[in-house]
């Protein structure tokens, strides 16, 4: 069992800056694969970041690659956001990947909001 408790939402002006932290208990998380995820009202979750278990491969999609990066240090895993644009106002979801497929174990979101 994981538990993984996401911080650092909030409200920011577009071109601003953000820092998401999830943190993670029940199990030492960095041996696994690790992903944000974010969902906007009406929209699917959409991965916005993640790092292969072995920390070899990071991967982002094209709407927030230079933009966001992602990291780890002890058992918290970061989301540095920055540039932030209106159209990255979502929930943003931390996950943990301790197989091969899927993510078993999410957090329960942090609120991100861009104003224009």
């Known amino acids: 069992q994981v538990h993984l408790v996401e911080s650092g939402g909030g409200l920011v002006q577009a071109g601003g800056s953000l820092r998401l932290s999830c943190a993670a208990s029940?199990?030492?998380?960095?041996?696994?694969?690790m992903g944000w995820f974010r969902q906007a009202p009406g929209k699917e979750r959409e991965f916005v970041a993640g790092?292969?278990?072995?920390?070899?491969n990071t991967v982002y999609p094209d709407s927030v690659k230079g933009r966001f990066t992602i990291s780890n240090a002890k058992n918290t895993v970061y989301l540095q956001m920055n540039s932030l644009k209106p159209e990255d106002t979502a929930v943003y979801y931390c996950?943990?990947?301790?197989?091969?497929?899927?993510?078993?174990?999410w957090g329960q979101g942090t609120q991100v909001t861009v104003s224009s």
């Open positions: 996950a943990v990947r301790l197989g091969t497929t899927n993510y078993d174990y």
């Open positions: 029940g199990r030492t998380i960095n041996t696994y694969s």
């Open positions: 790092y292969s278990w072995n920390g070899l």
